[in-house]
T-cell receptor, first 115, second 112 residues
Framework: DTEVTQTPKHLVMGMTNKKSLKCEQH?????MYWYKQKAKKPPELMFV???????INESVPSRFSPECPNSSLLNLHLHALQPEDSALYLC??????????????FGPGTRLTVL | QKEVEQDPGPLSVPEGAIVSLNCTYS??????FMWYRQYSRKGPELLMY????GNKEDGRFTAQVDKSSKYISLFIRDSQPSDSATYLC????????????FGSGTQLTVLP
């Protein structure tokens, strides 16, 4: 089973709202990722968690706050977003970040619209 | 210059055609190569993973890597309308930078 699940599938929020995206995997992977994808563009890496610790933050604005409660779960907390943050947010996981060469498996994404 | 260049398309072919999708790269540290397929409004799905020069075949799909020319390709034989999607090449280096570097994606439409 190579499934990464994400909820919700769609989210519409105002600029003053606080919301969270959730990602789950049960493959025993120790690395989890958040990507942002705009239309007709490739995914852009936002954050990497390795063994539940934040390893990479690609200079993401603080209005995006990741959290890894345990090895199977990854959250992305959203607050005071801007309309330009509207995008498809993808979660991925891989066996081990340190090996670097492990295949990343992506979830279906959450389509976020900020009004 | 981008590290990975991918033919942007869009590409439109008749059903049954052989499709060739291509990426070139400039960073010789890239050693691991992947092709992802992404249907509209869905997450990328891994199709092929390879790390050596040469060909790797999986059903109707063949991934080709030429490290000397820094060139990778994905061939789809007997293309089907269900193959209509955006195809992304992706690479990882053998060094300390472990992030995936994606190409810009090629949108493919297979016409019935």
């Amino acid at each position: 089973d190579t499934e990464v699940t994400q909820t919700p599938k769609h989210l519409v929020m105002g600029m003053t709202n606080k919301k969270s995206l959730k990602c789950e995997q049960h493959m025993g992977h120790r690395a989890m990722y958040w990507y942002k994808q705009k239309a007709k563009k490739p995914p852009e890496l936002m954050f990497v968690y390795s063994y539940e610790k934040l390893s990479i933050n690609e200079s993401v604005p603080s209005r995006f706050s990741p959290e890894c409660p345990n090895s199977s779960l990854l959250n992305l907390h959203l607050h005071a977003l801007q309309p330009e943050d509207s995008a498809l947010y993808l979660c991925a996981s891989s066996q081990d970040w340190d090996r670097g060469t492990d295949t990343q498996y992506f979830g279906p994404g959450t389509r976020l619209t900020v009004l | 210059q981008k590290e990975v260049e991918q033919d942007p398309g869009p590409l439109s072919v008749p059903e049954g055609a052989i499709v060739s999708l291509n990426c070139t790269y400039s960073n010789s540290a890239f050693q691991y190569f992947m092709w992802y397929r992404q249907y509209s409004r869905k997450g990328p799905e891994l199709l092929m993973y390879t790390y050596s020069s040469g060909n790797k075949e999986d059903g109707r799909f063949t991934a080709q890597v030429d490290k000397s020319s820094k060139y990778i390709s994905l061939f789809i034989r007997d293309s089907q309308p269900s193959d209509s999607a955006t195809y992304l090449c992706a690479m990882v280096s053998s060094g300390s930078a472990r992030q995936l570097t994606f190409g810009s994606g090629t949108q493919l439409t297979v016409l019935p």
